[in-house]
């Protein structure tokens, strides 16, 4: 339980940062290396890769040094705690408004 | 645009902490005050109120002070922006695999 927690504080963390949400899209597209990650993002390769980091550490991208080039790509994690959250959370709302209509249903006609 | 990503940065930010999705889910089951979310939790007034606030911040909970009470409910927002992006991820992961499933096909049988 401690660790699906950190693990969500990691995923969220790493989701909270519009250049990190855009390398997800972008890798979700096809692997890349960093260099052309960055022709995509008004940003200085050591900014780029500090947030390639924070997704690394989140579980959320995987590099690897091929000769002289880092390849990224997406993995080992796609999401799933957080999507699981998310569901979690709809499901929860879903609930309390069926509940909530039930209740205006019973009351129903009582003055 | 702009205001779609900086609404996100605030929704991720704000789950980031095992807190402050624990009080989301709580608020989920039924509105409460201030008081009566802090006795689910091991945490100072201080400290809990620090997370309402950010989660007020990012419009998930609204609160509004009754009397002497402070009352806590979900909204405005209800996390679809969230939910949009992570369904947005998942149907270009999605995509990918059948791209990679059709180009495997297209290859079968080839030396």
Redesign the interface.
């Known amino acids: 339980m401690v660790q699906y927690?950190a693990s969500?504080?990691?995923s969220?963390?790493a989701?909270?940062?519009?250049t990190r949400?855009a390398i997800?899209?972008r890798l979700?597209?096809?692997d890349a290396s960093i260099s052309e990650l960055c022709d995509g993002f008004e940003m200085t390769l050591t900014g780029l890769k500090k947030h390639v980091h924070v997704l690394e550490e989140a579980g959320l991208v995987t590099t690897q040094k091929v000769g002289r080039v880092r390849q990224c790509r997406?993995g080992p994690r796609?999401?799933e705690d957080?999507?699981k959250?998310?569901e979690?959370?709809?499901t929860?709302?879903e609930q309390?408004f069926d509940r909530l209509e039930a209740f205006l249903e019973r009351t129903k006609g009582t003055p």
Chains 1, 2 share one sequence.
């Open positions: 927690q969500l504080d990691h969220f963390g989701l909270a940062d519009p949400r997800l899209l979700g597209r096809s997406l796609r999401l957080v999507t959250w998310i979690q959370y709809g929860m709302i309390r």
